[in-house]
């Protein structure tokens, strides 16, 4: 995924403020990963991402971030049950 977003605000010290950010999908690679995982119902993933800010005073400073976790796999069941009441409209 890639995408970025020019979010201005505060965020006092001591708290914390959760951040919606728009990201592109890029399918062939999702593809390529989930085609991987055959036979699995969840594979590891690790996001890298910067987050840059300005402070007062300061020039723009980059805090690199990394997240890791696992994506559940939708089994075919579950994207049929998904479909059904969407043709049903």
Do not use: C, W
Not at 6 to 14: R, S, V
Not at 17 to 27: A, R, T, Y
């Amino acid at each position: 995924m890639t995408g970025q977003a020019d979010i201005q605000g505060l965020i006092p010290a001591g708290e914390t403020k959760q951040l919606s950010l728009p990201v592109q999908v890029h399918f062939l690679k999702l593809f390529r990963a989930v085609k991987g995982a055959r036979g699995k119902s969840e594979i590891p993933y690790t996001a890298d991402f910067s987050l840059f800010v300005k402070p007062p005073a300061i020039n723009k400073l980059r805090l690199p971030m990394q997240r890791k976790g696992t994506l559940k796999l939708p089994t075919a069941q579950g994207l049929l049950n998904r479909a059904i009441p969407l043709l049903k409209k």
